[in-house]
């Protein structure tokens, strides 16, 4: 990286609630049309990558629609595995998106697991965990993924810091002492999502969002989530990168994975505040689960 430079990493995603305000009889059907649109852009910008909200289920319902409409899933899992081996296609780690707080640890160790092995069947596991939606993780999260040889972690809810020391990068440790590198998405997983579809606006908004999170970055990167729930168009923001005209004041804008990302911020070495234990978002699960 040139000395100076900050760099705007957008990451494009789909966040996909199997079930949540609709159960998966509906909201499996949308996969079809979602990966179709998938496909396009990903033949329509030969460099688009997409991270498939970390979790391998969304294939296995995707082959079943399939074939419940009649089609062979042959030439479907080949375009998976083409995207997935250039990197452009990024799946895993987990086989679902579990409340990491409500299940045993068994069925996190297996979920990683069925996760790792899934995805290898199609060339390529993502090496850092995935927790953008979960309402509050466990404290030996570090721990577990540890074992799995992951890179660093992603999450959202349930991060407690003093408010005169809020950054968006820590370090979380676990019972056993685990530690690893966690980016916290303080601006949600939704801070830039529809960008090109609203293109006028695209740059400032753009500007706005990384003005915000640079003050709380241990490093000269920042993090833009480029989607959101069950987003079934992948944003057609590369030629918009491409020709520069998003970057400014020595910032440079570009497409990213969360595999990237972590590289380029534990390629500064940042000193980073210790977390260590459970991450609880009490209000949110109580909301959740009793609409108070």
């Known amino acids: 990286m040139t000395d100076g430079v900050k760099y705007a990493h957008i990451v494009s995603h789909t966040h996909w609630d199997r079930e949540w305000y609709l159960n998966s009889k509906y909201t499996n059907e949308w996969l079809v049309p979602f990966f179709e649109n998938l496909f396009r ?57 579990p409340d990491w707080q409500l299940v045993s640890e068994e069925s996190l160790v297996r979920n990683l697991l069925i996760g790792h092995q899934m995805s290898q069947e199609f060339g390529s596991t993502m090496k850092v965990g995935w927790l953008l939606d979960n309402f509050g993780q466990i404290s030996q999260t570090s721990q577990i993924h540890k074992e799995f040889d992951m890179k660093g972690l992603f999450v959202w809810r349930g991060v407690e810091m003093d408010p005169m ?42 500007k706005s969002e990384v003005e915000k999170l640079l003050p709380f970055a241990r490093t000269p990167n920042v993090l833009l989530m480029n989607g959101y729930d069950q987003e079934m168009i992948p944003d057609d923001i590369l030629p918009h990168i491409k020709n520069g005209k998003m970057d400014f004041d020595n910032v440079k804008v570009i497409q990213s994975t969360p595999e990237e990302f972590m590289e380029a911020v534990k390629k500064h070495h940042p000193q980073l505040q210790e977390l260590k234990g459970a991450r609880k978002d009490m209000q949110n699960l109580f909301q959740r689960f009793y609409g108070v």
């Open 41 to 97: 852009m990903m033949e329509q910008e030969p460099q688009y990558k997409f991270v498939l909200d970390g979790q391998t289920s969304m294939i296995e319902d995707y082959f079943e629609q399939l074939e419940l409409q009649g089609k062979s899933i042959d030439e479907f899992k080949l375009q998976i595995k083409k995207y997935a081996e250039e990197g452009r296609l990024v799946i895993g780690p987990y086989y679902l998106q």
């Open 165 to 206: 020391h809020v950054h968006s990068e820590f370090s979380w440790q676990s019972p056993d002492g685990t530690k690893m590198t966690t980016v916290y998405l303080l601006s949600s997983y939704r801070n830039a999502m529809r960008l090109a579809e609203y293109n006028e606006i695209m740059g400032g908004r753009i």
